[in-house]
């Protein structure tokens, strides 16, 4: 991933001032909310953070006033031609790369750009915002929004691609940062070992389960806890369900508490109801009816077992 650093003619960095940038990018970086950090964390070790680069600061030519003439989304995608053409300036190759993230020292607009490309703006003093970095740099890599079925877009709280609207925790440095990401999106971006998701079949009385009628779930973001599926890919009578288990810690501190949850995918996760405490989100010792067409089916949420795994039932009624 490139970071640009760029500035208006007229406002000109300190001294420091990349500094907190390469804190923020860099896989060596001081901020809590270390964006490749986080990264290799969610990605389970997948994501490359060496190949991070944030540039030194490149003078885009035009004023803070130039910036503020335009507003909403076409200031955002001015800077971003405004930072595309410094770089090209200098030599950079901006495709080179997983993406670019336009760094600036001013406050306006910001957001993705479509294409890979985002812009961050923010002046100096300004504290950064972890949790929303991380969403626009979810982009980046090529995530879209997740959503929920009642709420629409941004109506996942469980999942970093629904942010501003997720459960979070406040950082070391008193920001909201989290959550991590839903397995579908570890499943898009490659990864997620295909070794350790679980394929079941109940669309008959004959169909596949990893173990009679329930099955154990490895918390999603704890590798090392047995070696049981991270996600189950369920084949319903009602559908394709994506079933995971998440914890309160790491990047997901901030949850409620342990969560089995449950998503479909449609052209991106959605989780089951909608809410802070939706349907697709089970509470320990919690079951639900999830279709009664053409047959009554559900999970429950039994019980974490000793070796931190949750255990999950599954019933359904064939008719």
């Known amino acids: 991933m490139l970071v640009v650093l760029c500035h208006p003619s007229d406002v000109v960095p300190g001294a420091a001032e990349r500094d907190r940038w390469v804190d923020l990018f860099d896989p060596a970086g001081a901020d809590p909310g270390n964006i490749s950090r986080y990264l290799r964390d969610i990605s389970l070790g997948a994501y490359n953070a060496s190949a991070v680069l944030v540039t030194e600061w490149l003078d885009v030519g035009h004023t ?21 053409d410094a770089a ?28 890979r490309r985002a812009v961050l703006a923010y002046r100096a003093g300004r ?7 991380a969403h626009e740099v979810g982009h980046v ?12 877009e941004y109506g996942d709280r469980f999942d970093i691609m629904s ?6 925790f406040r950082d070391a440095w008193g920001r909201d940062a989290g959550p991590a990401a839903t397995g579908i999106n570890l499943q898009q971006l490659g990864w997620m070992d295909e070794s350790r998701v679980y394929y079941a079949d109940i669309t008959t009385a004959g ?20 070696e049981e599926s991270r996600m189950v890919v369920m ?13 309160q810690s790491g990047w997901d501190a901030g949850l409620p508490g342990p969560r089995v949850l ?39 949420f039994y019980a974490v077992r000793a070796d931190g795994c949750a255990e999950v039932g599954v019933w359904v009624d064939y008719m």
């Open 163 to 168: 942010a501003m609207n997720v459960w979070t």
């Open 141 to 152: 890599l090529g995530l879209g929004h997740s959503r929920s079925q009642s709420d629409g």
């Open 88 to 115: 090209e300036r200098v030599g950079l190759d901006l495709d080179a790369g997983t993406g670019v993230v336009f760094a600036y020292n001013i406050d306006a607009d910001h957001g993705s750009l479509g294409g």
């Open 207 to 226: 169909g596949s389960l990893p173990s009679a009628d329930n099955f154990p779930l490895t918390p999603l973001y704890r590798p090392e806890v047995a």
């Open 64 to 84: 803070a006033a130039d910036a503020a003439a335009a507003g909403g989304g076409a200031q955002r995608d001015l800077l971003g031609g405004w930072g595309a």
């Open 127 to 133: 504290p950064f915002e972890p949790t929303f970095m």
């Open 262 to 300: 449950i998503h479909q995918h449609e052209n991106g996760p959605v989780i089951l109801g909608g809410g802070p405490e939706p349907l697709g989100a089970l509470a320990l010792g919690g079951s639900v009816q999830l279709s009664d067409e053409p047959c009554p089916w559900g999970l429950a």
């Open 235 to 247: 084949a319903t009578p009602a559908g394709t369900y994506y079933i995971e288990y998440r914890e």
